[in-house]
């Protein structure tokens, strides 16, 4: 990477490549963010640094090089917001913790209302974001415009009645942070094993003592599973079945342009939500591909769909050129939000279900699943996110909050 004008040069080394040892006290599969975040908070927080951070392919290569970078908090339900909030509140001071900077760029998040049932939707939100202590405002067209002038909020079609506004969200540079975490996780002695598949687990009864890799086992005290939309491949071999669906999610990005869009703008009606990259380049998203799949590409239609709804809302998109799109695999679950806990087997932990949600989750996530992998208990923040809800029925389910993918 060169340095420009905001970045410093990265040091010459980020992390080390070592050979795995035979035996860890931990081993995480999976070096995307919350893989990485996981391993940090393990070490920081519980002083445990014989960790093996092990990957299918390089670091941070999957989801975490994927994701569109948008962070927030103002979700629905008490367990989210608290959840997501401790996230937030985290990412404001990581770069400063992991002397390394990734941009944080606090820029704000519209979150828009066509009808008047949505303007409902979206008040009530924003009053239960405010009894739980989460910054959020109802905003109306005119104060919309002052805000973003770029979007059409007369459009006849698709009129904008008002949004929710939260001042503290935005954006970041993914490949940064993935690379801030791993150059600190490596000063702590984490050894990170990429391009080694794990294929399945080593067992003795009802406890799992090491994970199988593509190249031989590898022992552990204690296993966490930080492995997005591939996590049920894995667990399937112990016939721990888990509500999980996978299914591509796809982005776009335009030419890069100059600063013309000054903040995010999430639409549930239409099914878009867009932002402006640090570099220039416009940044489009909406919801998953509807059909199951692991491969790392979508389909045609989404993407029509996806640039129709943006050029609604923002006319002035019409002339830009689409460069480039992509997709990721997520892992879906009933209710919208992750399955973070033990699982049926003694020492072997699940961290996955985050759908559309992962990256904006990633030091919240780590910290609390560092917690419950180091105590063998689930934190306070992810206790009501265990397994079990599922046949309890005591759901929480945010797919008003996270019905446009990001």
């Not at 060169?2 to 990265?10: I, L």
């Not at 919350?34 to 070490?43: D, F, R």
């Not at 591909?289 to 989404?302: E, I, K, L, M, P």
Request: proline content about 5%; some cysteine; hydrophobic content about 40%.
């Amino acid at each position: 990477m060169v340095a420009d004008g905001n970045t410093p040069a990265p040091p010459e080394r980020l992390w080390r490549n070592p050979e795995p040892k035979r035996n860890y006290d931990v081993v995480i599969v999976g070096a995307g963010g919350h893989g990485l975040a996981t391993a940090y908070y393990l070490a920081r927080n519980h002083g445990i640094t014989d960790i093996a951070v092990v990957e299918r392919g390089w670091l941070a290569g999957g989801n975490m090089a994927r994701n569109t970078t948008i962070i927030r908090s103002n979700y629905l339900l008490d367990a989210s917001a608290a959840l997501y909030d401790h996230a937030l509140r985290l990412w404001e001071e990581l770069h400063e913790e992991l002397d390394y900077e990734f941009h944080l760029s606090q820029r704000g998040v519209l979150n828009l209302a066509h009808t008047e049932q949505e303007v409902r939707d979206a008040r009530r939100r924003a009053f239960a974001n405010e009894l739980n202590g989460v910054d959020a405002e109802w905003l109306t067209p005119d104060e919309i415009s002052e805000i973003c002038p770029i979007l059409d909020t007369s459009n006849p079609r698709y009129p904008v009645l008002g949004a929710t506004y939260q001042r503290r969200a935005g954006i970041a540079k993914h490949d940064l942070v993935a690379w801030g975490l791993a150059r600190k996780c490596d000063e702590m002695g984490v050894d990170f094993i990429q391009n080694r598949e794990v294929t399945g687990f080593v067992t003795d009864g009802d406890r799992v003592i090491g994970v199988r890799t593509d190249s031989g086992d590898i022992g552990a005290g204690r296993v966490g599973l930080a492995a997005a939309g591939r996590t049920t491949l894995l667990t399937d071999t112990l016939g721990v079945r888990l509500p999980l669906q996978s299914h591509p999610l796809q982005a776009m990005a335009t030419e890069i342009l100059e600063p013309v869009h000054p903040c995010v703008v999430m639409s549930n009606h239409v099914h878009v939500y867009t932002s402006q990259a640090h570099k220039g380049e416009l940044v489009l998203g909406a919801g998953i591909d509807t059909h199951n799949g692991y491969a790392q590409r979508g389909s045609v239609h989404v993407i029509e769909n996806q640039l129709a709804a943006a050029v609604e809302l923002f006319p002035v998109f019409a002339r830009a050129h689409l460069l480039r799109t992509w997709a990721g695999t997520v892992d879906v679950t009933p209710d919208a939000s992750p399955i973070i806990g033990p699982t049926p087997y003694e020492n072997l932990f699940v961290n996955c279900g985050w759908g559309t949600g992962g990256f904006k989750a990633t030091p919240g996530a780590g910290w609390v699943f560092a917690h419950t992998i180091a105590t063998g208990k689930p934190h306070p923040l992810n206790e009501p996110y265990g397994m079990e809800r599922f046949t309890s029925g005591a759901l929480i389910d945010e797919h008003g909050a996270a019905a446009v993918a990001h």
